[in-house]
């Protein structure tokens, strides 16, 4: 009798608590994530300019003008370009920095935060910084290149179309490899010593090892590092912000500035929206075949 | 751990100088900012990688006194911790009520939550930016607040859920038979227990917010000072000869940052492990 009364009384409790502890932030985020996103659905449709009070409707146009567009084409290029160089380059640079944080006998702790500071800098301060060390006249680099009898190598690296890119991304991976290398870190430790040990008996030299076992049984950190990796480049804003401005000319103008740029600086905030739900359909399919090519690879333990 | 006083190998030298090469260049930069804050604009054009010749501090008195810096740094500072705490109210709690009430309709809203998470703020910032004019809550600090707080539901409820599943019930029932009221319960009997996960959230949350650019370029008055990292945007443009005074203002953002990382290092790595399990 009185145990049936107890558990009648906590079920009616028990629906109230969960209900309005999840309310204010089902409110917020339905109302500054959710329904922004769906209305971008909607306002692709349109030309509106950001500030005529009076939307017009002109169906498909939008995509028609991005398809044809040769401006959205290179961006599109440049932010498939920029992707996989980065990638590549910031995996492979975290997982070296990694291995040499792991392996080296002294200070492993004062190593490991200088390798990881720059990934806390705001990507602003951070091209600002590399924006001046690149600088033609004065930056550090043409200096050294100097210095060493190079400099006809000189050249005006964010200025000249050839490089602009290639040193935003270089710059991109000093800023984010620390973060990768964290992750590929705890991979490495959570190796067990006697496979290596097994492994030197029978023979097999440090590369072997790498190859063989360390590697393989990465896997997993490399599927989360490639992913986050990718998004995060497209994703990318702030550097190309400062240090070039999507230019000289058209030449760093990625699907993230070309949408910025198109919305707040041409006002043209339907097209921009349009090229918005690209780029979310972009990254969703991107991130889905990852998930399902990486998971193949993975050894479990 | 494992290398216990064995004697030095050769190996082991050559590996540690090239680490400290590598660690050299990666640390040049941030040196090359700090010095170059303390410099003579002349000084940063003659030789980038000297040190200062005196501690010059008259591009930190310029601009603390005579632009409109000091207010951006109190607004960075009131976005950040005015974020921060709000979510530190809302989100714990909600992830509190997905967890432990575990029924259909909350497993809905997890997934719903954790969805946010692939939407990039690019995706939808043209249409926030329109609605909160309607709101009118454009051109004041609660925009932004707001925005940050809904933007990390999706990840703040995964870090809390996760943890939570490992705090046994058994705690949360006795005090219930005590008469503790379930709110009474989340806050003194379940929330200090979930320290770790707060802070890693501050941690991450808080930088993030504190180096934002974009959102709240877009979103606060035109014509006033914003955010630290928005001023420092402009006066690369404004300021272009004077290169002192933008590096005095990166170093005044970067300190904070600094003092955080020292502090509190664990929870940065932590924070950057767990977040990794979501892939």
């Known amino acids: 009798m009185s145990a049936s009364f107890v558990k009648t009384k906590r079920k009616t409790w028990w629906k109230d608590y969960a209900l309005w502890f999840i309310l204010p932030a089902f409110a917020l985020y339905s109302v500054f994530v959710i329904w922004p996103t769906l209305s971008s659905i909607n306002l692709s449709f349109t030309s509106w300019d950001g500030i005529n009070p009076d939307i017009r409707y002109i169906g498909f146009e939008n995509f028609k003008e991005m398809w044809n567009s040769p401006r959205v084409h290179n961006a599109l290029i440049n932010t498939i370009y920029l992707a996989i160089a980065l990638v590549l380059l910031e995996n492979i640079v975290a997982l070296a920095l990694a291995v040499l944080v792991d392996k080296v006998r002294w200070f492993r702790n004062l190593f490991r935060s200088i390798f990881y500071f720059p990934v806390l800098m705001s990507g602003i301060i951070m091209g600002f910084i590399w924006m001046i060390i690149l600088n033609y006249n004065f930056g550090v680099v043409n200096q050294l290149l100097d210095a060493i009898g190079l400099g006809n190598l000189k050249t005006d690296w964010l200025g000249n179309p050839d490089f602009a890119l290639l040193s935003i991304i270089l710059s991109t991976v000093w800023k984010a490899a620390g973060y990768y290398m964290i992750i590929y870190l705890a991979g490495l430790q959570g190796i067990p010593q006697e496979l290596m040990e097994a492994a030197s008996i029978d023979g097999a030299g440090r590369w072997k090892q790498f190859r063989h076992i360390t590697f393989p049984l990465l896997a997993g950190a490399t599927t989360v590092c490639v992913m986050l990796s990718m998004i995060g480049s497209l994703k990318m804003f702030d550097q190309i912000a400062v240090m070039t401005n999507g230019g000289p000319g058209f030449a760093t103008e990625t699907l993230t500035y070309i949408i910025y740029r198109v919305a707040f600086g041409e006002g043209r905030q339907g097209f921009g929206t349009a090229l918005a739900l690209v780029l979310f359909i972009l990254i969703l399919l991107i991130s889905l075949v990852q998930i399902k090519v990486l998971r193949k690879r993975e050894v479990q333990m | ?279």
């Open chain 2, 1 to 279: 751990m494992r290398k216990t006083k064995a004697r030095i190998r050769p190996g082991d030298v050559v590996l540690f100088a090239v680490t400290l090469i590598v660690a050299i260049l990666f640390a040049f930069p941030i040196y090359f900012n700090i010095m170059s804050a303390f410099k003579t604009n002349g000084e940063i054009l003659r030789d980038a990688i000297a040190f200062p010749s005196g501690f010059y501090l008259e591009s930190f008195k310029y601009l603390l006194t005579k632009t409109d810096y000091p207010k951006a740094i109190s607004n960075s500072a009131i976005l950040t911790a005015g974020s921060i705490i709000c979510m530190i109210f809302i989100i714990p709690m909600a992830a509190y009520g997905i967890e432990r009430k575990n029924s259909k309709w909350t497993n809905g809203v997890y997934i719903y939550f954790l969805f946010g998470m692939m939407i990039p703020f690019q995706v939808y910032m043209i249409p926030l930016f329109k609605q909160l004019k309607t709101m009118g809550l454009f051109g004041n600090l609660a925009g932004p607040i707001l925005i940050y707080i809904a933007g990390s539901v999706g990840f703040g409820v995964l870090l809390y859920t996760s943890f939570l599943k490992g705090i046994p019930r058994e705690i949360e029932e006795s005090a219930e038979i005590d008469g503790c009221s379930r709110i009474g319960i989340f806050w003194r009997v379940v929330f200090p227990l979930l320290g770790p996960v707060t802070a890693s959230m501050v941690v991450l949350q808080g930088l993030g917010i504190w180096n934002d650019f974009l959102m709240p370029m877009l979103v606060l008055p035109s014509g006033e000072p914003k955010t630290m990292i928005v001023e420092l945007f402009f006066y690369v443009g404004e300021f272009s000869s004077r290169w002192d005074m933008i590096f005095a203002g990166t170093t005044m953002s970067l300190v904070p940052v600094l003092i955080a990382f020292l502090s509190l290092q664990k929870y940065f790595v932590k924070g950057v492990s767990s977040g990794a399990i979501k892939g």
